[in-house]
């Protein structure tokens, strides 16, 4: 049975992004030298932000999002033997967009 996590309240859960094996000049990285990717993708949103009055800020992201966040936001987690991270909204720097030419 798989399981799954629903984040709660301004909560995302995020799959990191690994980035390329190789660096420019084709020298290959070891995975003892490579550091932890900072770009995911989003899996889940948790319903947003609760305020003092009761009503609620909707996320800016949404499942499928590919961000930006900090080396060392967030809570690591492993369901499923699969790395995810939970972090706060707050703690996203942006979100990747591709721009379509032609």
């Known amino acids: 049975m798989a ?3 629903r984040p709660l309240h301004d909560r995302i859960l995020i799959k990191r992004l690994e980035e390329q094996e190789t660096a420019r000049g084709g020298i290959i990285i070891p995975d003892s030298a490579k ?3 900072q ?9 947003g932000r609760l305020l003092d009055d009761g ?3 909707a996320p800016e992201v949404h499942p499928g999002d590919r ?3 900090d080396k060392y936001s967030g809570s690591e987690i ?3 033997h699969e790395e995810l991270l ?3 909204e707050s703690e996203i720097l942006g979100v990747i967009q591709t721009s379509k030419k032609g």
């Open 67 to 69: 961000v930006l966040f």
């Open 55 to 57: 009503s609620r800020i």
């Open 86 to 88: 939970i972090l706060r």
């Open 35 to 37: 550091e932890k990717p």
């Open 78 to 80: 492993k369901l499923d």
């Open 39 to 47: 770009q995911g993708e989003v899996i889940a949103v948790g319903k």
């Open 3 to 5: 399981k799954t996590i």
